[in-house]
């Protein structure tokens, strides 16, 4: 060909070869992931090189662990990126419609029908999809009800319901916790923390901050209550100069009187501290002080301030001291001239808890709080990744449903309704050739309800056909909705179920999943033939 000419070095599938290993890829992905979507879905154990053990059911998270080759799967698991970071959900679901597009469409191509003329339909279909989605859904003010459905029924596909359920209230506890007004939603005022102890089903809220180090000083108390935290950035030990000098001297007292001379300049400091604390304590004895440096406190400086009944914590993260000011009020001075009482926070308690040789201090009782914590217990390691990964995933649900303030049924009811209105009536207004793209576009809708249906133990196609009746029954009724109840295989109203998706989740895995599918049957000619990085002989030492 004119390619090897060129290039006698590269590599190339043409036409129909490049069309089948592209829709072969495809396939390959849908049949790997097809067995973990919904609530019934299984595990996958992922193994790393070290050994290290993941079970997860995140399509998101598979496709990222998994070292994938062929070029057209990682073009595919680019979907599964895009949906996670745009809606926390429906990876899975983009991925699998993706398969089963390319696989509806695998049929046509083999009849001598011409790739362009279905992805013309195809394109026509994806929108007609949206644009019956945005009639399909329902608006609802955004409560702590729809909340908790839209939460639970995500989280619900990814691990246990009990976990799901107790997960749910928390995610929802701490975005409503750092909500303000109707400025956009920063997920990373949530601090995700995790202990290795108890129960998934004992994680839990913290309307203030966890912080995962002790008070640095044997002797400071443990517990405290009406507490003002002063949050600084301060040096209260020996500081090293920024240039390179030196100090010389010619004799031992010269020597003595530079140490005291540094060690007064550092007390002097916490002194002041200190004289805050007793002016602030002595108006209300049950008030008690603490302090938060960024920087290092040395032992002597400790001392001072155990003595004085202050702890002390000591190099503590810049994230964790910006969540603090969020959550406890006051500001995190640089300079020991601000100090005052009008910079100090204040938190109704904290103490401190051992768990074997890991100390962490919880702040709590927080006034106004504006950022949070999400504790995390779990027994072992990968059970903590996985309650980790879903956490970040219903954070997102939960924002995006407090922004958009719409909702789809779910349990395969929109795919079901929406396949029937492009194939009963969608179909029609569409000539030639493209009925064929629509036709495969409907029923490639079919793979998520017939997935939901094999993964709950139920015969895909009397599920579907008893769906498919139930809907024609219903007709055009208003407000009602027909689902998959993966309890018993028969249809329910999801709405009715609390059964909700988000609206983001839908429109996205349509987008996403119909221009992929295009882009991929429009690939004639797979080529490798790039610029080689390094010189013929160079890994042999080989001169040419």
């Known amino acids: ?111 001598g029908v011409h790739p362009r003329l279905l992805c013309d339909g195809i394109d026509a279909a994806r929108e007609e999809a949206k644009t019956f ?70 994680t839990r809220f913290v309307s203030g901050l966890v912080l995962d180090h002790g008070a640095r000083h044997p002797n400071m108390p443990k517990r405290f209550e009406n ?44 002194r002041k501290i200190v004289d805050l604390k007793n002016k602030l304590c002595a108006k209300d004895p049950t008030k008690t002080f603490i302090v938060v440096n960024q920087k290092g406190i040395d032992p002597p ?18 994230r964790n001291m910006e969540r603090l000011v969020l959550a406890c009020g006051g500001e995190a001075i640089q300079s020991m001239e601000a100090l005052d009482e009008s910079v100090l926070g204040y938190a109704g308690l904290v103490y401190e808890h051992k768990l074997g040789e890991e100390n962490y201090t919880f702040i709590e009782k927080v006034k106004h709080p504006k950022s949070a914590t999400i504790l995390i217990n779990g027994p072992n390691g990968h059970t903590i990744l996985m309650i980790k990964d879903a956490v970040r995933d219903g954070l997102r649900c939960v924002r995006n449903a407090l922004l958009s303030k719409k909702v789809v049924p779910g349990a395969g009811a929109f795919e079901i309704a929406c396949h029937s209105h492009l194939v009963n009536k969608f179909k029609k207004s569409v000539s030639g050739k493209g009925k064929l793209g629509v036709q495969a576009f409907a029923d490639a809708l079919l793979i998520i309800p017939k997935t939901l249906a094999q993964n709950s133990g139920f015969d895909q196609m009397d599920s579907i056909l008893t769906l498919q009746d139930d809907l024609e029954a219903v007709g055009d009724e208003k407000d009602t909705y ?63």
């Open 133 to 202: 989605l945005s009639n399909y859904t329902i608006s609802r003010e955004a409560d702590r009800s729809m909340l908790t459905d839209v939460t639970t029924s995500a989280l619900r596909t990814k691990l246990p319901q009990e976990t799901a359920d107790k997960l749910s209230e928390v995610c929802i506890d701490a975005v409503m916790c750092i909500k303000q007004g109707n400025e956009d939603i920063d997920l990373h005022m949530v601090e995700i923390m995790h202990m290795a102890k108890g129960m998934g089903e004992d």
């Open 227 to 270: 507490c003002y935290i002063l949050i600084c950035n301060i040096s209260l030990e020996y500081e090293k100069t920024e240039v390179n000098s030196g100090f010389y001297y010619s004799s031992a007292d010269q020597r003595q009187k530079l140490v005291r001379a540094e060690r007064e300049t550092c007390d002097a400091k916490v």
């Open 1 to 111: 060909s004119s390619l090897l000419t060129v290039n006698p070095n590269a590599d190339h599938a043409k036409a129909n070869a490049s069309l089948a290993t592209n829709i072969q890829a495809g396939r390959g992905l849908q049949d790997v992931l097809r067995s973990n979507l919904g609530p019934k879905g299984t595990l996958k154990m992922l193994v790393g090189g070290a050994g290290q053990i993941r079970l997860t059911k995140d399509g998101y998270k598979l496709l990222y662990e998994m070292q994938l080759q062929h070029p057209t799967a990682s073009l595919i698991a680019r979907i599964a990126t895009v949906q996670d970071d745009s809606s926390g959900d429906g990876s899975t679901a983009a991925v699998l419609l993706v398969g089963e597009i390319l696989r509806q469409c695998e049929l046509y191509l083999s009849e």
């Open 301 to 318: 400086a400790l001392e001072i301030l155990a003595q004085a009944g202050i702890a002390g914590w000591r190099r503590a993260k810049r």
């Open 482 to 544: 027909v689902g998959l109840d993966v309890d018993s295989g028969e249809s329910c109203d999801p709405v009715a179920k609390g059964i909700l998706d988000i609206y983001q989740v839908k429109h996205q895995m349509l987008e996403s999943s119909g221009v992929i599918a295009s882009q991929i049957l429009l690939v004639d000619e797979i080529i490798r033939a790039g610029r080689v990085s390094y010189k013929p002989g160079m890994a042999t030492g080989v001169q040419q």
